[in-house]
């Protein structure tokens, strides 16, 4: 089965689609699930987790939280962990919060919370393949996963709908989000798909350009 485990709806501030127009292109692409992962929001779930429903897809309750150093995907939680902590803090907080950590595109600049975090800290996986990273970062990030036998995920960072589905984390049997965090726990997962190619970098690295003119870097 297939989950998009790095989705991104109109509740993010850098993306547009609606979680119902997210979930149909999920069900269109061939995907057995998904877990959308608003920046810093929680608000999108209700209407996602009845839609996905409807559709017979599996949805994971997610978040993608701006730590004091970088990017950490929460999956499984019940609450919105606070925003700006320590990324030692934020994985304590994710965990009381019933839900697993995931270090997100570690290597990207400037959101990735870094090789040597995403090696030392007690993330329980790390995210080998993000669609909006450079095929260099997500294999940094896969070395750092295999070499110390962390669990595995990916997922598209899609912020439009074109995106959905372009990398996506592979576990078999599963029909729940709490069989997906168990496959996750367990190490039971794999990943497919592909990392951004070079006109989506270019893309990429304008868009960074302009959050920095505008000082909008640290609000996401």
Not at 64 to 85: N, Q
Not at 107 to 112: D, E, H, K, L, N
Not at 201 to 214: A, C, D, Q, R, T
Request: net charge negative.
């Amino acid at each position: 089965m297939k989950l998009d485990m790095h989705i991104h709806s109109s509740y993010s501030r850098d993306a547009s689609a609606p979680p119902e127009d997210i979930i149909l292109s999920c069900k269109k692409s061939g995907l057995d699930g998904l877990a959308i992962t608003d920046h810093n929001s929680i608000s999108g779930w209700t209407e996602a987790e009845t839609v996905a429903k409807e559709a017979g897809l599996v949805f994971v309750r997610a978040v993608e939280l701006s730590t004091k150093d970088g990017h950490v995907l929460a999956y499984g939680v019940h609450e919105l962990v606070p925003r700006g902590l320590p990324v030692e803090e934020t994985i304590e907080k994710v965990h009381e919060a019933g839900g697993l950590a995931v270090a997100a595109h570690p290597r990207r600049f400037p959101s990735g919370v870094g090789l040597e975090l995403a090696r030392t800290r007690l993330f329980d996986g790390i995210e080998i393949i993000n669609g909006g990273s450079s095929p260099r970062s997500n294999r940094h990030a896969r070395m750092v996963a295999e070499s110390k036998g962390s669990a595995v995920t990916a997922g598209s960072d899609a912020h439009e709908l074109d995106q959905v589905g372009k990398a996506y984390t592979i576990v078999e049997g599963v029909s729940t989000e709490d069989d997906v965090l168990d496959a996750i726990r367990k190490k039971r997962t794999s990943v497919g798909g592909r990392s951004r190619n070079a006109s989506e970098g270019i893309h990429y690295s304008w868009e960074v350009f302009v959050e920095w003119i505008k000082g909008d870097l640290t609000r996401l």
